[in-house]
């Protein structure tokens, strides 16, 4: 037995296709939206990165100050008030001996990052 097709109906495949065609649309906005929300967050890590890599220079600079250069005349700046450990602080332990292949802070390039931060003054 075999089918013989006397009609075929157009109208549940446009349907489908609209339908399909719908979705993509929404698709489509749903990820311009999350790429948008994605662009403006890398957006402000970049000025906190920027931020965050001057305020590491200034403090630096300012409790290193680079050598004066011969033949130039140097311009006293603002004083920079350092404050010493208390005297009888303990010294620090000595650090641990690591395996090899492991990751560490002191090889990562954030400790930067956190050297850097400390008590808002």
């Known amino acids: 037995m075999a089918w013989v097709v006397k009609e075929l109906r157009l109208e549940p495949l ?3 296709w609209r339908d399909a065609q719908r979705d993509a649309r ?3 906005r749903r990820a311009d939206r999350a790429a948008a929300e994605v662009a403006a ?3 402000e890590l970049a000025e906190l ?3 965050l890599h001057a305020r590491v220079h200034r403090q630096r600079m300012a409790a290193c100050p680079p050598a004066p250069m011969p033949g ?3 311009v006293p700046g603002p004083q920079v008030v350092t ?3 208390p005297p009888d602080a303990a010294p620090l332990p000595p650090r641990a001996v690591r395996r090899g292949g492991r990751a560490s802070l002191h ?3 954030l400790l930067e990052l956190f050297r850097a ?3 808002a003054g």
């Open 26 to 28: 929404r698709t489509r």
């Open 41 to 43: 967050a890398l957006d």
């Open 14 to 16: 446009e349907e489908v």
């Open 107 to 109: 090889s990562s390039p």
């Open 72 to 74: 130039r005349v140097r």
């Open 83 to 85: 404050t010493l450990p």
């Open 49 to 51: 990165a920027t931020e």
């Open 117 to 119: 931060t400390g008590p």
